[in-house]
């Protein structure tokens, strides 16, 4: 069995602990959190995050499940000194940057740490592999929603005056329909997306100052045409409590002698933070293999062969997926 902790029990945490139960190779120890371990109901194996590095010989590895904005490049690099990991850190232009501090630190560590897993980055990742390898003539489109993103929510939460928000990212049909006709149109990141943001701010906060420091916001929202709505909090409950998301991946281009082609992966998810959990834990066996294998650092999911994910053997795969 592997031997699983949780560091974080935020959405993405309690889908962790929710997806480990479908697994028949992996058992939860231990959830670590910054808050009371005594203060959570039931049975949860809950242990103060001050005590995690007690646990060093006794996980195979710990699934992260702190936000990209501040949380994992401060507890990415300190977890991957004592345990190998697995992250969803999804700040798409940092990416190269908190790799290295991974590579940096899992490699002094002799752990292996996978970051940056998901949907997207993650799945839609391996998608544009395959899209760029199998049509090396053509373009490249992403477009997610409509949906939740956690990561933008989190990023307006940590804005001074903020008590709660909710951020929906919401691709322009135009754009969709260009790219889906074959014509390879030239799309600005500000022309394929709008974010919607839905903010409940704190007694006598400057709404003005809220909204100025959400829309100029480098990274996540700076580069889109942004909307921010001011709404109650019974009105954030009742109208938007769910977690929905999606999108997909196109790559369009021409075969050698001419043909159209067109690849397309999609997702539509009832709940984002359940299937991010999902893509976690299938990850978190995939580094417990690398691992014993002997491979140390970061990696990504682009650098894993696919039957690793899978709770299956070699033989299995062949016979019921080739």
Known sequence: MIRVGIAGYGNVGKGVKAALSQQPDMELYAIFTRRDPGSFDGDLPM???ADIEAWKDRLD????CGGSATDLPVQGPEMAAHFCTVDSFDTHAKIPAYFASMEKAASAAGTLSLISAGWDPGLFSLNRLLGNAILPQGS????????VSQGHSDAIRRVPGVKNAIQYTVPVPEAVEAVRSGDEPVLSTRQKHTRLCYVVAEEGADRQEIERQIVTMPN??????????????????????????????????????GSRQRMEFSLELESNPEFTANVLVCCARAVVRLHAEGKQGACTMLDVPPAYYACMSGEELRRTLL
């Open 140 to 147: 490249d489109y992403t477009f997610w929603g409509r949906g």
């Open 220 to 257: 996540y929202f700076s580069d889109y045409d942004t909307t921010v709505h001011f709404i109650s909090e019974e009105e954030l409950r009742r109208d938007h409590s769910g977690m929905p998301h999606g999108g997909f991946v196109i790559r369009t281009g021409k075969s050698a002698v």
């Open 47 to 49: 242990v103060a995050m």
């Open 61 to 64: 590895v710990v699934i992260l």
